[in-house]
């Protein structure tokens, strides 16, 4: 473990305190004095999440992960997560446990996809389909539109400020009339994940969902899961028509940002090869890929640009992120063949050329526009562009 004694001088006193609890969780040696250090943590960090504004969390996270201390990173995320997605609220006298809920549904066109606005009648058929999910003793609120990644909340206390609105409004048996930004970037989309939110809110010590009280829950579950993909696709059909759409089931936020994320990665890298095939009028065969692995010490993602045989200037890219270094470490169980996942699915897509570039490279982005930058086949990172007389803006289907 690195030693942070003088490198995290640069630390909020409150994250100083924060991790010397993390710190002695991880040097005990019983159950009993785990759940000690436990419960001054679950203080401590609550404390930090009643201020909407504070980043304390996440830089205590930053640090921890660029000083290496992965021990402690994984005990102080966990940590953090559980308590962020969850709320304990009081309504008519009695405690129930609220956990912010999502259902994501990771989609790719060649048009333009949709907002996420829900009509009235999809609103109350998924509010509905939630409560189905849920346990009978659950109430339950869920947002009037589909939320997108950068509509999500941007920090761990915003993340449980909208568990607790949404949360009392279950409570109250009140429409979930939240306003959320909307994206004004006129950036147009091709591949992305819009996420059903929901709180659901059960008395303290009740199952969260209906599989929980079944004599075999692990089927049941398996079953609710398959009858969301049905009902779901059924509800939200003449939405995202015109989209290759997977309707992933509920579950905690944290978890389902996770699993979506990894349904996007080959989502992506299919949305960016058929659109520039078809906005330049060329065939897959014609493209070249080139990928390069991208970090500041280690595999952090890998960029993949895309250019037209026999050309230089890079036209378009994609990001196919890592989720973890054991991802990437040969030796760990969790390691996945990314390169040959990615090779093999440009080959599927009917690209040829296709180059991996040696070496690591440090991951650049444009210091105007903040997009990043793609390998060239020359090794090179570089800013893409398209030709000034293309139209390449998605046509609308909806």
């Excluded at 060329?282 to 493209?287: A, E, G, N, V």
């Excluded at 690209?351 to 444009?366: D, H, K, N, Q, Y």
């Excluded at 007389?389 to 609308?396: G, I, V």
Aim: charged share 20%; proline share 5%.
């Amino acid at each position: 473990m690195a030693d942070s004694t003088d490198s995290s001088s640069v630390l909020h006193h409150k994250a100083h305190d924060l991790l010397n609890l993390i710190e002695a969780l991880n040097h005990s040696g019983s159950r009993l004095e785990d759940q000690f250090w436990e419960d001054q943590l679950n203080q401590t960090v609550q404390l930090l999440l009643n201020d909407v504004d504070s980043l304390i969390l996440e830089q205590l996270l930053d640090y921890l992960a660029t000083t290496s201390q992965s021990d402690l990173y994984d005990i102080l995320a966990s940590l953090i997560e559980s308590i962020a997605e969850s709320a304990v609220l009081s309504h008519q006298g009695q405690d129930y446990h609220v956990l912010l809920v999502t259902a994501p549904i990771t989609t790719w066109t060649r048009y333009q996809l949709p907002e996420g606005i829900l009509s009235h009648t999809q609103h109350e058929k998924l509010l509905s389909l939630v409560k189905d999910y849920a346990s009978p003793q659950a109430k339950v609120a869920l947002l009037g539109q589909l939320l997108s990644f950068d509509q999500l909340p941007k920090s761990f206390a915003q993340t449980q400020a909208l568990c607790k609105q949404l949360g009392q409004l279950a409570l109250a048996a009140q429409p979930a009339t939240i306003e959320i930004d909307q994206r004004d970037d006129g950036i147009n989309l091709l591949a992305d994940t819009k996420f059903i939110v929901s709180a659901i809110a059960v008395p303290v010590g009740s199952p969260l969902f209906a599989w929980q009280q079944q004599s075999d829950p692990v089927q049941a579950m398996r079953c609710a899961q398959e009858q969301w993909q049905i009902q779901c696709e059924a509800i939200l059909s003449t939405m995202f028509a015109g989209c290759q759409s997977h309707y992933l089931p509920p579950n905690g936020y944290f978890y389902n940002n996770r699993m979506s994320d990894k349904y996007m990665r080959p989502l992506a890298l299919k949305a960016a090869v058929q659109w520039l095939a078809t906005v330049m009028h060329k065939d897959p065969k014609d493209l070249t890929a080139t990928i390069a692995r991208c970090g500041d010490h280690h595999t952090e993602e890998f960029r993949i640009g895309l250019s037209v045989q026999d050309q230089k200037e890079i036209l378009y890219g994609c990001i196919w992120p890592i989720f973890s270094k054991e991802e990437v470490d040969i030796s760990s169980p969790h390691y996945q063949d990314n390169a040959a996942e990615i090779q093999n699915l440009l080959t599927e897509l009917g690209v040829e050329s296709i180059l991996f570039l040696a070496g690591l490279f440090t991951p650049e982005f444009c210091d105007d526009c903040e997009a990043p930058s793609f390998p060239t086949t020359e090794g090179e990172l570089q800013h893409p562009y398209l030709p000034e007389d293309l139209h390449f803006t998605p046509d609308a289907l909806h």
